[in-house]
């Protein structure tokens, strides 16, 4: 089925195309990730647990590839994967030159690599880099991208110039252990979740916006809940690593997350949670690795969107409303509307 309206209101709202067999155009099947199903994860209670089990998932890594290779930032996450990997292998961290979005990431990696022996490698975003990649990780997916896929697959394209065989992420440890704090602490109304989770509102920037509270409306429960923990297992793991494995896709270069096959044996601590300790199993993680650093505070891998998209005016096309009000949108917010209407020249050529 064909709806364009439909699929960028999806695309504005939810950052992916949620509903299976509605495309764009004719030919444009995309294709959505499916998270590890629950029979095939493995019950971790303590950090010990996780160090183990991330230790033999590295013995089999290694059992197949000689040279792995990791993208790292300068969260904990990544971090305590680095501890696993051989010294001399290859680590990868994200740098935008007259930006100082990275400087933090940077300087944490780069200890990060002392500390394990790894090779430190430093892979610029650019705005040319956006115009050269996004249309590439499109092309993959038949759809508009999130705004980290361009930079995924330009790390990508290095590392097998590197001889790296196979990249390591930390992508899942967020949604399996409890980081997504400011989402999943408040007692959520299900039109208060939706209002927060909706990343970009249709209405605002569309002449033919669709509603899009069909999704919400199945996680629904009572008059006014939701059960927002449930959405953002199926939901939000879906768009969140579908990202990682178009971009590492469309670069032919195999990944694998230790973390996804991870899952906690006992309920989430919501008090730990709410009381600033998220992912508390992987800050204790991090203390066994790192016992002479202090736990650092959550850090989503950056994007240079605020930098790059500062100055931009906004899109032209006629699928968007003329009176978009740009200065009130964030840099990822700008990359949307951008990628879309890149995406939609596409379709025409």
Partial sequence: MVDKDYCLSSYMAFRYLWKEGVDFAEGFRHVNFLPVP???????????????????????????????????????????????????????????????????????????CRKWGLQHHLVDITFDDYKEYTPEVIRHKFAPVH??????????????????????????????????????SPQWTFDGFAARYTFLDPALVLKEPVDMSELYEQYRTGETGIDYMRFMDEVFAIESSGSYMNAFGAAWMPYYDPYAVLVMADPLD???????????????????????REIPFKIPMPRPVDTVFKDWTGPTRPEFRNDIPMDTLTGNQKWQLWCAELFLNMLEK
């Fill in 38 to 112: 629950e029979s095939g994860r493995i019950p971790v209670r303590s950090a010990g647990d996780i160090d183990r089990e991330i230790r033999r998932q590295f013995d089999t890594l290694y059992a197949r590839y000689d040279r792995i290779g990791i993208l790292l930032s300068g969260g904990m996450d990544s971090a305590n994967l680095a501890a696993y990997l051989r010294p001399g292998s290859h680590a990868y961290t994200f740098t935008a030159p007259g930006s100082d979005v990275f400087d933090k990431d940077v300087e944490r990696a780069a200890s990060y």
């Fill in 147 to 184: 705004s980290i896929e361009p930079q995924i697959y330009k790390a990508a394209l290095q590392a097998k110039r590197d001889g790296v065989q196979l990249m390591i992420v930390g992508e899942s440890a967020d949604l399996i252990f409890g980081g997504m704090d400011k989402l999943i």
């Fill in 270 to 292: 919501m008090e730990r949670v709410r009381g600033g300790e998220p992912k508390y199993l992987v800050r204790e993680l991090y203390a066994m690795k790192y016992p002479e």
